[in-house]
């Protein structure tokens, strides 16, 4: 019975991607269809002109891959930020120093190809414990 499943999934990868490219043109078309014409005075579309319209929009504009993760830049979320933060402030200074010579070595020190800091890294941590003290 496996053996069947696994034989026959090859045919369902086509017909799943043609079916998922089939709904987003109908739904391209239908919403063109409804809105363009009203708003902008341009002419309805076809299906297949719908369909068109959707590829050439996902070659221009991506393919849903978004942008950078996490904060400014593709620096660390906040959340990770302020545990991060947290988990250094704790730190004995022996720690600290293990903590930037292992981060050094997976990471390859802290700045990124053009010359900044890319992200985090001891010395953001450094920087932002002197300017945010805890309030006693």
């Known amino acids: 019975m496996k053996r069947v499943f696994y034989k026959g999934r090859f045919i369902f990868i086509p ?4 079916a998922v490219a089939a709904l987003a043109g109908f739904v391209v078309m239908l919403l063109w269809n409804a809105l363009m014409p009203v708003i902008f005075h341009l002419g309805i579309i076809t299906f297949w002109q719908a369909l068109g319209l959707f590829i ?8 849903g891959k978004g942008g950078p993760k996490g904060g400014f830049r593709g620096g660390p979320a906040p959340w990770m930020r302020y ?3 947290e988990k250094y402030r ?11 010579q292992k981060w050094s ?8 190809k053009f ?11 450094e920087e932002t414990n002197e300017a945010k003290q805890p309030i006693e």
């Open 105 to 112: 070595e997976r990471c390859g020190g802290f700045g990124n």
């Open 90 to 100: 704790t730190m004995s200074p022996e720690e600290r120093e293990r903590f930037k």
């Open 83 to 85: 545990k991060m933060e």
């Open 115 to 125: 010359g900044g800091r890319g992200g985090f890294g001891p010395d953001w941590f």
């Open 15 to 18: 017909l799943g991607i043609a």
């Open 56 to 63: 050439l929009c996902k070659v221009l504009f991506g393919f």
